[in-house]
């Protein structure tokens, strides 16, 4: 069905709905949006993120994601804001935005054969069938051989072929989450392109599945018959079924409108279309991002991802389980604060800041370097803390964790500076993390730029709908569309006296901290096999 054929007689841009469902690793959100980017209506559920059958593992029923987008849907649908004000009818399209990564078996019948394996995962493949010796000498050539067999390590794909091989030979659909939730949908096995992420046969330059030669096919057990075909951000995916329609509440035949992941909507419902202005995620993973019309590689060999604008690139440097990390210390250390905010009929997030409050600038002293997890180009990587003395509290703690990943994105922006070759003069951070006005301030004060907070929280479900609302003409192109429907809400500008001190803590302490302490890093990987 074409866009004119769709929308064309019926398009009615002051009452008209767009429905983005937002499928992330802690919950899952129906959203309304209209045309002007407002929020209008909401619904949330929380997830059972994964569990886990050993350690590193993270896995979770298909269905179950399938389930939960089921009822949040009807429950929007039940609000009495909703009904009466007949929203559900002014729906237009429907689009859906997932975390990225985690990955899906189905049997000929279109029935999940597994469990989902999460992005979260950390199990690695042990030993991969040797490559044609033209690829290994073309890697050594080149120096990326640790990268690509990282690579191959961990696939998902890889690990399934060597430990469930009945799995694998009866798996006919090799798809990502958002694939899995399209043909739920639609009955089709489509995707977007803006939501391939992950480890598989992907040309990230080209945004289409890599040609019968590329190097991914050797790398991966993964058959082209397996993947789904994909249609660029906007475009159509399909039409809800008869049965998705009783599932969900949506009227039978609405749009499917193609989107994109949740970092790339993100990126977009900030505003964040032009390499000058840099969308920071203060997620589960907090990642520093610039869209680029042209492939800009943020790290050499490491590829930018598809953007939710079409054609499009994101340059992202990601620090891995970013904002778990201040989630693990209210976990293991804020209880009180968690308590006292129930009690008081106020948002935790607001204890934490004076929590922040107390402790000056610079933690005095305590650095943090925020590597939880290893990444593809620092695989020995650990977590550390340094300059511990008895003044230091929990409170100087918990500062030094956001101050640590704002060093660590800071690094990264030079980085795609250098790389794009233009100037970042901007900042506008979304994502849990930036709800709190301490995390924001100081992010101000180590990049010394001004950071922005976005008009909603939602920010990947509004990117989500500029691509159905660009998608479907009511806009001709996506800055017209960013211009219409997002907007700063706050922003917060450096404080000199503050940059003066992180600027010396930064170049003088946290860039020199990783270069040092690598051997120990490599020292203890050698004697505990931690990380893998």
Not at 16 to 39: H, P
Not at 42 to 65: C, H, M, T, V
Not at 307 to 318: C, H, I, K, Q, Y
Not at 431 to 438: I, K, L, P, R, Y
Request: charge should be positive; hydrophobic fraction near 35%; include cysteine.
């Amino acid at each position: 069905m074409t866009e004119s054929s769709a929308t064309k007689s019926t398009k009615n841009p002051t009452s008209d709905l767009i429905l983005s469902i937002d499928n992330g690793t802690q919950s899952v959100r129906a959203l309304l949006f209209d045309l002007q980017g407002n929020l209008v209506a909401k619904s949330r559920i929380e997830l059972q993120a994964y569990f886990s059958k050993n350690p590193g593992w993270a896995e979770q029923e298909a269905d179950y994601f399938w389930q939960m987008l089921g009822q949040c849907c009807q429950q929007l649908w039940q609000q009495s804001e909703v009904i009466e004000n007949g929203y559900r009818k002014r729906v237009i399209a429907v689009t859906v935005t997932t975390q990225r990564g985690t990955v899906i078996n189905l049997d000929k019948n279109g029935q999940a054969l597994r469990p989902a394996m999460l992005w979260l995962d950390q199990r690695l493949c042990q030993k991969n069938k040797l490559m044609p010796w033209y690829w290994r000498v073309g890697f050594i050539l080149i120096g990326q051989s640790k990268v690509v067999d990282y690579f191959r390590r961990k696939s998902q794909a890889n690990w399934l072929e060597q430990h469930q091989p009945e799995v694998w030979q009866n798996t006919d659909k090799f798809l990502l989450l958002s694939g899995f939730l399209s043909y739920k949908l639609t009955g089709q096995y489509k995707d977007s392109v803006g939501s391939i992420v992950g480890y598989l046969p992907f040309n990230y330059k080209k945004q289409n599945w890599a040609h019968p030669w590329d190097w991914k096919w050797h790398a991966l057990p993964v058959k082209r018959s397996m993947l789904p075909s994909l249609v660029k951000p906007g475009e159509v995916l399909g039409e809800i079924t008869p049965d998705a329609a009783a599932h969900t509440g949506l009227k039978v035949g609405t749009l499917l409108i193609a989107s994109a992941s949740d970092k790339a909507c993100e990126v977009l419902g900030s505003g964040c279309i032009n390499p000058d202005t840099a969308s920071l995620s203060y997620g589960t993973t907090a990642t520093i991002n610039t869209n680029n019309t042209k492939y800009v590689e943020p790290q050499a060999f490491i590829p930018p991802y598809p953007s939710a604008l079409p054609d499009n690139f994101n340059s992202e440097v990601m620090i891995y389980r970013g904002f778990w990390m201040v989630n693990w210390f209210k976990q293991e250390f804020g209880q009180n604060e968690i308590d006292k905010a129930q009690t008081l009929g106020v948002s935790a997030e607001s204890l934490f800041d004076q929590l922040v409050a107390q402790v000056p600038p610079g933690s005095m002293g305590l650095m943090l370097q925020p590597y939880w997890s290893p990444g593809l180009k620092n695989l020995e990587a650990k977590g550390a803390i340094i300059g511990f003395g008895d003044v230091h509290t929990r409170a100087h703690i918990y500062r030094s964790i956001l101050e640590g990943l704002a060093y660590a994105l800071r690094e990264g922006q030079e980085n795609l500076e250098k790389r794009q070759k233009c100037k970042i003069t901007k900042l506008v951070v979304s994502g849990g993390g930036s709800q709190s006005d301490a995390a924001l301030q100081l992010t101000a004060d180590i990049f010394n730029l001004p950071a922005h907070r976005p008009h909603t929280f939602e920010t990947s479900g509004l990117g989500a709908a500029i691509n159905v609302a660009v998608g479907l003409g009511y806009f001709e192109n996506y800055q017209q569309a960013t211009s219409a429907m997002t907007r700063l809400e706050q922003s917060f500008l450096p404080n000199q006296a503050n940059v003066v001190l992180y600027n010396k803590l930064y170049q003088q302490v946290y860039l020199k901290m990783y270069r040092q302490l690598k051997p120990i890093y490599q020292n203890i990987k050698k004697i505990t096999g931690y990380p893998e």
